[in-house]
């Protein structure tokens, strides 16, 4: 076995990793912008980015000239010490989010991870009781596995901790209900990434904002997949024109480098961790800082935050004015999208895209999503728009 075909690595792939992801599309050598090459040569755009994550596409001079400089320079200190990078990353991150005075980050080392900060945040209100959503997603740790509704990822592990309540998603009267005076927090997505890119009306933020606020609870926000430029704006609550108590943050974050992040807002959520309540190991080492300093500052240079917006209408617009029977609607903010479709063929086009050179992601049976670097072009868009028709015609409709 040479190793040297896509075929030849994944039956590599198939003895030595541990197969809960199931067999990879294919092994990816290399990339360049928003575009990626196999061990094979083939060359895809992608328009998946690693799931939100590669935010400067691959390759970025700006990521990869950081990361180098860093790793010549210090690349982990440990918790006894900080780093100029990490305080400046954090602060970077308060001034962005528009957090009060008394605000503060936690730096880890994913978006699961922010997430169990988080809920341990949630218990120093005194109570136990959360509540989340139906469809969502917040991570496979344990903690952040009972948050996630998707019973196929949550029922080989229970019992999950206790006390967590899942109410449907976008209803006002059920999460009126819900929130009483002895819920911690309420724990929302601005957007639904792992559910098939289902927004949150803003008034359904605005309500659990209200709601939280009238009954002491947290309202925290999970942006791992929104945050960081993706939606639109630096973050999908600004949008809703809500505030939220505690935001987490990974993904597009590190441009690939793994950090994760919560982000408290105000003295009194704030305090509510302290000295020796919680830690990590390798969160917010100057490498990952230097990663996310980096990726902020390559956003705010290069008008990315515009940038996605403008994509990401210009794509979802283009792909309605197919017309194709196929297309239901186009759903989602900035460069995360959703196409959804009449019928459950979801992954057969997620096939043929592959086959002729584009990385989209299957996220249901019956929707598409699109979260490509936040550096792709209208232009690069529209050569996937161009063979949409192609890689549904054909398909079983309703």
Do not use: C
């Given at each position: 076995?040479?190793?040297?075909?896509?075929?030849?690595?994944?039956?590599?792939?198939?003895?030595?990793?541990?197969?809960?992801?199931?067999?990879?599309?294919?092994?990816?050598?290399?990339?360049?912008?928003?575009?990626?090459?196999?061990?094979?040569?083939?060359?895809?755009?992608?328009?998946?980015?690693?799931?939100?994550?590669?935010?400067?596409?691959?390759?970025?001079?700006?990521?990869?000239?950081?990361?180098?400089?860093?790793?010549?320079?210090?690349?982990?200190?440990?918790?006894?010490?900080?780093?100029?990078?990490?305080?400046?990353?954090?602060?970077?991150?308060?001034?962005?989010?528009?957090?009060?005075?008394?605000?503060?980050?936690?730096?880890?080392?994913?978006?699961?991870?922010?997430?169990?900060?988080?809920?341990?945040?949630?218990?120093?209100?005194?109570?136990?009781?959360?509540?989340?959503?139906?469809?969502?997603?917040?991570?496979?740790?344990?903690?952040?596995?009972?948050?996630?509704?998707?019973?196929?990822?949550?029922?080989?592990?229970?019992?999950?901790?206790?006390?967590?309540?899942?109410?449907?998603?976008?209803?006002?009267?059920?999460?009126?209900?819900?929130?009483?005076?002895?819920?911690?927090?309420?724990?929302?997505?601005?957007?639904?990434?792992?559910a098939g890119v289902r927004?949150?009306?803003?008034?359904?933020?605005?309500?659990?904002?209200?709601?939280?606020?009238?009954?002491?609870?947290?309202?925290?926000?999970?942006?791992?997949?929104?945050?960081?430029?993706?939606?639109?704006?630096?973050?999908?609550?600004?949008?809703?024109?809500?505030?939220?108590?505690?935001?987490?943050?990974?993904?597009?974050?590190?441009?690939?480098?793994?950090?994760?992040?919560?982000?408290?807002?105000?003295?009194?959520?704030?305090?509510?961790?302290?000295?020796?309540?919680?830690?990590?190991?390798?969160?917010?080492?100057?490498?990952?800082?230097?990663?996310?300093?980096?990726?902020?500052?390559?956003?705010?240079?290069?008008?990315?935050?515009?940038?996605?917006?403008v994509a990401g209408d210009?794509?979802?617009?283009?792909?309605?004015?197919?017309?194709?029977?196929?297309?239901?609607?186009?759903?989602?903010?900035?460069?995360?999208?959703?196409?959804?479709?009449?019928?459950?063929?979801?992954?057969?086009?997620?096939?043929?895209?592959?086959?002729?050179?584009?990385?989209?992601?299957?996220?249901?049976?019956?929707?598409?999503?699109?979260?490509?670097?936040?550096?792709?072009?209208?232009?690069?868009?529209?050569?996937?728009?161009?063979?949409?028709?192609?890689?549904?015609?054909?398909?079983?409709?309703?």
């Open positions: 076995m040479s190793g040297t075909t896509v075929k030849d690595w994944l039956e590599r792939y198939d003895h030595a990793l541990l197969g809960v992801f199931g067999q990879p599309r294919t092994v990816l050598a290399r990339g360049e912008g928003a575009v990626v090459e196999d061990v094979e040569g083939t060359r895809y755009l992608d328009l998946l980015g690693g799931i939100a994550v590669n935010s400067l596409g691959h390759g970025h001079p700006a990521l990869v000239r950081a990361v180098a400089e860093q790793a010549a320079s210090l690349v982990h200190v440990s918790n006894f010490f900080t780093t100029p990078g990490q305080v400046q990353l954090a602060e970077r991150l308060l001034a962005l989010a528009g957090a009060p005075d008394g605000s503060a980050v936690f730096f880890a080392n994913s978006g699961t991870e922010a997430l169990e900060a988080a809920v341990k945040l949630s218990r120093r209100t005194g109570r136990t009781r959360i509540i989340a959503a139906e469809g969502a997603f917040h991570g496979r740790t344990t903690g952040a596995l009972a948050l996630t509704h998707k019973p196929a990822y949550r029922e080989p592990f229970e019992p999950l901790i206790p006390e967590v309540v899942h109410v449907p998603w976008n209803d006002q009267d059920a999460l009126r209900a819900a929130v009483t005076a002895d819920v911690a927090a309420v724990v929302l997505e601005p957007i639904q990434g792992e927004p949150a009306d803003p008034a359904y933020l605005q309500l659990a904002r209200e709601l939280t606020t009238a009954h002491g609870a947290l309202l925290v926000l999970d942006e791992v997949q929104t945050g960081v430029a993706r939606t639109g704006s630096w973050f999908a609550f600004q949008q809703a024109g809500v505030t939220p108590d505690a935001m987490t943050l990974a993904k597009g974050l590190g441009g690939g480098v793994p950090i994760g992040a919560l982000v408290t807002f105000g003295p009194e959520v704030t305090g509510l961790l302290t000295a020796g309540q919680h830690g990590t190991t390798f969160g917010g080492n100057p490498l990952a800082v230097a990663a996310g300093l980096a990726v902020l500052d390559t956003i705010e240079a290069e008008g990315l935050v515009e940038h996605a917006r210009h794509v979802a617009a283009a792909v309605l004015a197919l017309g194709h029977p196929l297309v239901a609607e186009v759903r989602g903010a900035g460069l995360l999208r959703a196409v959804q479709l009449t019928a459950d063929v979801a992954p057969q086009v997620a096939d043929r895209a592959l086959a002729a050179g584009f990385i989209v992601n299957a996220v249901t049976p019956s929707a598409l999503r699109l979260a490509p670097p936040l550096v792709v072009t209208t232009e690069q868009l529209d050569t996937f728009v161009a063979a949409l028709p192609a890689l549904l015609d054909g398909l079983e409709t309703p």
